[in-house]
């Protein structure tokens, strides 16, 4: 991708944006649900939150609802993709979650959380890298103009995962504590500065 003005950068958007699961879109990570887990259950008050059988809360962090919902419904972010790349130790659970928390989709109905990614979902033990390389060429299999690790934006909660996916020329941003307030604004400006 050529290098473009400080202005142009501003009004660009990433065409992928890549999302971790634990620590980063939701909390406790999976491994911490040991002696509980599967199946999970709807909060009876609070869409936000799954429980697990041993009534531990699985909660949506920060502003993770909102960014996901705005990214999946809103017209400006229509040309933009988004996927999953995730290690967690109990991937069953993490794709049984993403079944159940549920989302409004451009048209106003509840859908899965799944469904805002399609097949962009990478959730197994691997290097996050070569999970990128496999979400970049879905994309490409569906949109021929993504071809560039430099129009992907990730988060993750863990130096050594945006580490290995900087690498690849993927801007990647830390974000200890999840997608928080400002993270994603972060983000997005981090990956706007890679692109001048």
């Known amino acids: 991708m050529g290098r473009v003005t400080a202005a142009a950068a501003a009004a660009l958007?990433?065409?992928?944006?890549?999302?971790?699961?634990?620590?980063?879109?939701?909390?406790?990570?999976?491994?911490q649900l040991w002696g509980g887990g599967s199946p999970f259950k709807?909060?009876?008050?609070?869409?936000?939150?799954?429980?697990?059988?041993?009534?531990?809360?699985?909660?949506?962090?920060?502003?993770?609802?909102?960014?996901l919902q705005t990214l999946s419904t809103d017209a400006r972010w229509a040309s933009t993709y988004?996927?999953?790349?995730s290690t967690c130790d109990e991937p069953s659970w993490a794709e049984e979650l993403l079944g159940k928390f549920t989302f409004?989709?451009?048209?106003g109905k509840s859908v899965p959380m799944a469904s805002l990614f399609g097949d962009r979902i990478e959730i197994y033990k691997a290097n996050k890298a070569k999970q990128h390389e496999t979400i970049l060429?879905?994309?490409?299999?569906?949109?021929?103009?993504?071809?560039d690790y430099g129009q992907m934006l990730f988060f993750d909660n863990q130096t050594n995962n945006t580490r290995s996916v900087?690498?690849?020329?993927?801007?990647?941003?830390?974000?200890?504590?999840?997608?928080t307030q400002g993270t994603f604004e972060r983000?997005?400006?981090m990956w706007r500065r890679a692109q001048r």
Request: negative net charge; charged residues 25%.
């Open 82 to 85: 988004l996927a999953i790349s």
């Open 137 to 147: 060429k879905k994309v490409n299999r569906v949109d021929s103009s993504v071809t």
């Open 42 to 67: 709807p909060h009876d008050s609070d869409s936000d939150i799954m429980i697990d059988r041993a009534g531990t809360e699985v909660h949506l962090i920060g502003e993770s609802r909102e960014i």
């Open 166 to 179: 900087t690498r690849l020329g993927v801007p990647s941003c830390y974000c200890s504590s999840g997608m």
């Open 104 to 107: 409004t989709d451009a048209a």
């Open 13 to 31: 958007q990433p065409r992928v944006i890549v999302f971790d699961l634990d620590g980063t879109l939701w909390d406790p990570e999976m491994y």
């Open 187 to 189: 983000g997005l400006e």
